[in-house]
């Protein structure tokens, strides 16, 4: 009995050595407790404040303002996603690279899809109006502003500020 109660001790004092080293066995509600959950909103808000920016320039309507004005909004976006994913998310849940390696993928795609969309159909060739490469930067934009805002949303779901 006592050979028990010193092995189960031994290991019990393993196991928590062990948590207490290895974040990933440590409980889902610890990990919580150590995320700073108000960032979500402030989150939101630095996302609104990007798109309220851009929407300035893009009511002024001259189109190469525009553009560099949804490049930067988009910077700006990709910038909150990535300190968002980088706080609350594992380095390896977004596999190799991480979310700026998905981010890169993303861009790749809006080159290799949402452009040529816009901006390569037999209707304007040989040259479309840059309002057409207008369009497939806001496809862009709003790509990135959904998965901010699902991102978000889903952790406030985990958030004990949020629950009701």
């Given at each position: ?7 189960t ?91 700026e ?62 629950r009701?």
């Amino acid at each position: 009995m006592a050979y028990r109660l010193k092995t189960t001790l031994w290991s019990s004092m393993i196991l928590a050595g062990a948590t207490m080293l290895d974040p990933a066995a440590t409980s889902a509600a610890e990990q919580r407790g150590k995320l700073d959950f108000g960032r979500l909103n402030a989150a939101a808000e630095r996302a609104d404040r990007c798109d309220a920016k851009a929407q300035a320039v893009y009511d002024k309507g001259e189109q190469e303002q525009i553009l560099a004005a949804l490049t930067e909004q988009r910077a700006c976006l990709e910038g909150i996603l990535l300190a968002t994913a980088r706080e609350f998310y594992p380095p390896d849940a977004f596999g190799a690279g991480g979310m700026e390696a998905r981010l890169a993928d993303l861009r790749h795609s809006n080159d290799a899809i949402l452009d040529p969309i816009y901006t390569k159909p037999r209707t304007c060739a040989p040259s479309c109006a840059p309002l057409y490469r207008i369009w497939a930067a806001e496809a862009y934009v709003t790509t990135v502003r959904t998965l901010l805002d699902g991102m978000l949303d889903r952790l406030k779901d985990e958030s004990p500020y949020y629950r009701q």
